[in-house]
C-alpha cells in the first residue's frame, strides 16, 4: 500500500504565498516523478508542476515565475511555494507520484485526496 498525503493549503490573500507539501508512505520502494496537478470548479484537472527524480523540473505557463516545486529524496516528499497568488489559482491541488513498490514491480501512479487552496481578491 502507498499512501500520498497532502498538506498546506488554505486561504489567503491576492499577492501572498502558500507551501504546499506531499508525503509518500507505505509500501515505498523508489519515487520517481512527481508532481502536482489542479482541478477548479467546472474545470479539468490540469499540471502546475512536475520534477523527476534528478530534480528536472517542468512548469505550466500559467504559474511560471511564481511557483517552485522541489523535492527531499530522502524523506519521499515534493514541495511547491506558491508565491504571488492569484484568485484564479483557486483550486483543489493534488500530488501525484510515481512509486515503485519493489525491484521489477512497475511503476504505477498514485493520488493525494487534495489540500484546498483559496485565494482572495
Known amino acids: 500500500q502507498v499512501q500520498l498525503e497532502e498538506s498546506g493549503g488554505g486561504l489567503a490573500q491576492a499577492g501572498g504565498s502558500l507551501r504546499l507539501s506531499c508525503g509518500v508512505s507505505?509500501?515505498?520502494?523508489?519515487?520517481?516523478?512527481m508532481g502536482w496537478y489542479r482541478e477548479a470548479p467546472g474545470k479539468q484537472r490540469e499540471l502546475v508542476a512536475t520534477?523527476?527524480?534528478?530534480?528536472?523540473?517542468t512548469y505550466a505557463d500559467a504559474v511560471k515565475g511564481r511557483f517552485t516545486i522541489s523535492r527531499d529524496n530522502a524523506k519521499n516528499t515534493v514541495y511547491l511555494q506558491m508565491n504571488k497568488l492569484k484568485a484564479e489559482d483557486t483550486a483543489l491541488y493534488y500530488c501525484?507520484?510515481?512509486?515503485?513498490?519493489?525491484w521489477g514491480l512497475g511503476m504505477p501512479e498514485y493520488w493525494g485526496q487534495g489540500t484546498q487552496v483559496t485565494v482572495s481578491s
Open positions: 501525484r507520484a510515481e512509486v515503485a513498490t519493489g
Open positions: 520534477i523527476t527524480l534528478s530534480s528536472h523540473t
Open positions: 507505505g509500501s515505498v520502494f523508489r519515487v520517481e516523478d
